[in-house]
Protein backbone atom coordinates (compact mmCIF):
# COMPACT_ATOMS: atom_id res chain seq x y z
CA UNK A 1 0.00 0.00 0.00
CA UNK A 2 1.86 3.26 -1.16
CA UNK A 3 0.36 6.40 0.50
CA UNK A 4 1.59 9.77 -0.74
CA UNK A 5 1.81 12.89 1.00
CA UNK A 6 1.63 15.82 -0.59
CA UNK A 7 4.21 18.87 0.21
CA UNK A 8 4.67 22.46 -1.06
CA UNK A 9 6.32 25.61 -0.20
CA UNK A 10 4.28 27.80 2.51
CA UNK A 11 2.70 23.96 4.26
CA UNK A 12 1.63 23.66 8.24
CA UNK A 13 3.55 21.47 9.09
CA UNK A 14 1.70 19.39 11.69
CA UNK A 15 -1.19 18.87 8.94
CA UNK A 16 1.28 16.43 6.81
CA UNK A 17 3.72 15.12 9.81
CA UNK A 18 0.61 14.19 11.99
CA UNK A 19 -0.60 12.13 9.77
CA UNK A 20 2.64 10.81 8.60
CA UNK A 21 3.18 10.06 12.20
CA UNK A 22 0.09 7.71 11.91
CA UNK A 23 0.37 6.45 8.66
CA UNK A 24 4.05 5.21 8.68
CA UNK A 25 3.02 2.87 11.18
CA UNK A 26 0.38 0.85 8.88
CA UNK A 27 1.96 -2.66 8.25
CA UNK A 28 3.09 -3.46 4.79
CA UNK A 29 2.73 0.23 3.64
CA UNK A 30 5.60 2.70 2.18
CA UNK A 31 5.02 6.67 2.84
CA UNK A 32 6.15 8.42 0.63
CA UNK A 33 6.87 12.82 0.72
CA UNK A 34 5.48 14.06 -2.89
CA UNK A 35 5.35 17.27 -4.64
CA UNK A 36 6.59 19.55 -8.11
CA UNK A 37 9.93 19.27 -6.88
CA UNK A 38 12.78 17.17 -5.40
CA UNK A 39 13.86 19.07 -2.29
CA UNK A 40 13.00 21.03 0.80
CA UNK A 41 9.99 22.91 1.57
CA UNK A 42 9.83 25.50 3.94
CA UNK A 43 6.69 25.58 6.67
CA UNK A 44 4.43 28.15 6.83
CA UNK A 45 6.52 30.48 8.77
CA UNK A 46 9.46 29.43 7.26
CA UNK A 47 11.61 28.05 9.63
CA UNK A 48 11.23 24.21 9.05
CA UNK A 49 12.05 22.44 6.00
CA UNK A 50 10.24 19.43 4.76
CA UNK A 51 11.62 16.80 1.67
CA UNK A 52 9.96 16.25 -1.09
CA UNK A 53 11.34 12.84 -2.10
CA UNK A 54 9.13 12.16 -5.18
CA UNK A 55 7.74 14.34 -7.85
CA UNK A 56 4.54 14.31 -9.19
CA UNK A 57 5.38 12.31 -12.26
CA UNK A 58 6.89 9.73 -10.13
CA UNK A 59 4.23 8.64 -8.33
CA UNK A 60 0.69 7.83 -10.36
CA UNK A 61 -1.18 5.08 -8.59
CA UNK A 62 -1.11 5.51 -4.82
CA UNK A 63 -3.68 3.80 -2.35
CA UNK A 64 -4.04 7.30 -0.64
CA UNK A 65 -3.18 10.67 -0.90
CA UNK A 66 -2.63 13.16 1.77
CA UNK A 67 -3.48 17.02 0.85
CA UNK A 68 -2.21 19.14 4.08
CA UNK A 69 -3.24 22.77 4.46
CA UNK A 70 -1.25 26.17 5.02
CA UNK A 71 -0.91 29.65 3.05
CA UNK A 72 0.52 28.01 0.50
CA UNK A 73 -2.86 26.32 -0.43
CA UNK A 74 -3.75 29.25 -2.70
CA UNK A 75 -0.87 28.68 -5.05
CA UNK A 76 -2.41 25.15 -5.57
CA UNK A 77 -5.96 26.38 -6.16
CA UNK A 78 -6.02 27.09 -10.16
CA UNK A 79 -5.80 24.19 -12.62
CA UNK A 80 -1.95 23.53 -12.32
CA UNK A 81 0.18 20.25 -12.44
CA UNK A 82 -1.38 20.26 -8.46
CA UNK A 83 -4.44 19.78 -9.58
CA UNK A 84 -4.38 17.62 -12.50
CA UNK A 85 -2.52 15.36 -10.22
CA UNK A 86 -4.61 15.11 -7.65
CA UNK A 87 -7.58 14.54 -10.30
CA UNK A 88 -5.24 11.70 -12.23
CA UNK A 89 -4.59 9.42 -9.49
CA UNK A 90 -7.73 9.73 -7.37
CA UNK A 91 -9.23 7.76 -10.08
CA UNK A 92 -7.04 4.95 -8.46
CA UNK A 93 -7.23 5.78 -4.79
CA UNK A 94 -9.01 3.55 -2.11
CA UNK A 95 -8.46 6.84 -0.39
CA UNK A 96 -8.40 10.88 -0.79
CA UNK A 97 -8.07 12.56 2.45
CA UNK A 98 -7.50 16.61 3.27
CA UNK A 99 -5.96 17.78 6.39
CA UNK A 100 -7.26 21.93 7.57
CA UNK A 101 -7.26 23.77 3.95
CA UNK A 102 -5.83 21.17 1.79
CA UNK A 103 -9.78 20.28 1.46
CA UNK A 104 -9.80 23.89 -0.48
CA UNK A 105 -7.52 22.81 -2.83
CA UNK A 106 -9.09 19.09 -3.01
CA UNK A 107 -12.79 21.16 -3.69
CA UNK A 108 -10.51 23.33 -6.40
CA UNK A 109 -9.96 20.32 -8.15
CA UNK A 110 -13.62 19.41 -8.47
CA UNK A 111 -13.04 15.62 -6.17
CA UNK A 112 -15.41 17.20 -3.46
CA UNK A 113 -18.29 18.27 -5.18
CA UNK A 114 -21.51 17.46 -4.02
CA UNK A 115 -20.14 15.47 -0.96
CA UNK A 116 -20.01 16.81 2.52
CA UNK A 117 -16.32 17.73 3.76
CA UNK A 118 -14.94 20.07 6.61
CA UNK A 119 -11.93 22.00 6.81
CA UNK A 120 -10.23 24.80 9.24
CA UNK A 121 -13.12 26.59 10.46
CA UNK A 122 -12.09 29.96 9.54
CA UNK A 123 -12.67 28.17 6.06
CA UNK A 124 -14.80 26.00 6.36
CA UNK A 125 -17.58 28.35 4.62
CA UNK A 126 -15.53 28.70 1.45
CA UNK A 127 -16.18 25.18 0.67
CA UNK A 128 -19.68 26.07 -0.75
CA UNK A 129 -17.81 27.91 -3.91
CA UNK A 130 -17.20 24.70 -4.81
CA UNK A 131 -20.86 23.08 -4.19
CA UNK A 132 -19.38 21.24 -1.08
CA UNK A 133 -21.33 20.90 2.32
CA UNK A 134 -19.61 22.15 4.91
CA UNK A 135 -19.64 20.11 8.12
CA UNK A 136 -18.71 21.70 11.55
CA UNK A 137 -16.70 18.24 12.51
CA UNK A 138 -13.12 16.84 13.64
CA UNK A 139 -12.96 14.35 10.84
CA UNK A 140 -15.86 13.64 8.05
CA UNK A 141 -16.29 10.66 5.60
CA UNK A 142 -18.28 10.80 2.36
CA UNK A 143 -17.51 7.93 0.20
CA UNK A 144 -13.60 7.20 -0.33
CA UNK A 145 -12.91 10.64 0.55
CA UNK A 146 -11.98 11.86 4.33
CA UNK A 147 -11.34 15.55 5.30
CA UNK A 148 -10.10 16.44 8.80
CA UNK A 149 -10.62 20.29 10.67
CA UNK A 150 -7.94 22.43 10.65
CA UNK A 151 -3.83 21.37 11.76
CA UNK A 152 -3.72 18.53 14.85
CA UNK A 153 -7.43 16.92 13.22
CA UNK A 154 -5.20 15.23 11.17
CA UNK A 155 -4.20 12.80 13.28
CA UNK A 156 -7.72 12.10 14.70
CA UNK A 157 -8.28 11.76 9.88
CA UNK A 158 -5.21 9.45 9.89
CA UNK A 159 -6.13 7.40 13.43
CA UNK A 160 -10.11 6.83 11.26
CA UNK A 161 -8.36 5.67 8.56
CA UNK A 162 -5.68 3.16 10.06
CA UNK A 163 -8.74 1.61 11.39
CA UNK A 164 -10.79 1.19 8.16
CA UNK A 165 -7.70 0.33 6.55
CA UNK A 166 -6.13 -2.13 8.89
CA UNK A 167 -8.44 -2.44 11.31
CA UNK A 168 -9.50 -0.98 14.96
CA UNK A 169 -6.67 -3.39 16.52
CA UNK A 170 -3.78 -1.87 14.58
CA UNK A 171 -5.07 1.79 14.95
CA UNK A 172 -5.46 1.59 19.00
CA UNK A 173 -1.93 0.08 18.97
CA UNK A 174 -0.89 3.17 16.91
CA UNK A 175 -2.76 5.38 18.90
CA UNK A 176 -0.88 4.23 22.45
CA UNK A 177 2.38 3.80 20.49
CA UNK A 178 2.28 7.81 19.62
CA UNK A 179 0.71 8.40 23.21
CA UNK A 180 -2.35 10.18 21.33
CA UNK A 181 -4.39 11.19 24.34
CA UNK A 182 -5.06 14.82 24.37
CA UNK A 183 -5.88 16.37 27.76
CA UNK A 184 -5.49 20.30 26.92
CA UNK A 185 -4.82 22.94 29.32
CA UNK A 186 -7.63 24.75 27.66
CA UNK A 187 -10.84 24.49 26.65
CA UNK A 188 -9.90 26.43 23.89
CA UNK A 189 -9.12 24.36 20.43
CA UNK A 190 -13.00 25.02 19.15
CA UNK A 191 -14.51 28.65 18.35
CA UNK A 192 -17.13 26.94 19.79
CA UNK A 193 -15.50 26.43 23.60
CA UNK A 194 -12.73 29.27 22.99
CA UNK A 195 -13.79 32.60 24.61
CA UNK A 196 -15.71 35.22 22.50
CA UNK A 197 -12.78 37.30 22.53
CA UNK A 198 -10.05 34.77 21.58
CA UNK A 199 -12.07 33.83 18.45
CA UNK A 200 -12.80 37.18 17.63
CA UNK A 201 -8.80 38.17 17.34
CA UNK A 202 -8.47 34.91 15.66
CA UNK A 203 -10.63 35.66 13.22
CA UNK A 204 -10.25 39.41 12.69
CA UNK A 205 -6.11 38.36 11.78
CA UNK A 206 -7.36 35.37 9.54
CA UNK A 207 -6.08 35.28 5.79
CA UNK A 208 -9.62 34.30 4.78
CA UNK A 209 -11.01 37.50 6.56
CA UNK A 210 -7.94 39.62 5.03
CA UNK A 211 -8.20 37.97 1.71
CA UNK A 212 -4.85 37.02 1.86
Known amino acids: MQIAVLLFDRVTPLDAVGPYQVLARLPESELVFVGER ?11 GLVVDATLD ?3 TPDVVVVPGGPGQHDHMDDGPVQQWLRAVDEHTTWTTSVC ?3 LILAGAGLLKGRRATTHWLALEQL ?4 VTPVHERVVIDGKYATAAGVSA ?9 GRLAGD ?3 QRIQLGIEYDPQPPYQAGSPDTAPEEIVAGIRARSRFTLNR
Open 38 to 48: LGPVRSDDGLL
Open 58 to 60: QIS
Open 101 to 103: TGA
Open 128 to 131: TTWD
Open 154 to 162: GIDMALTLA
Open 169 to 171: TVA
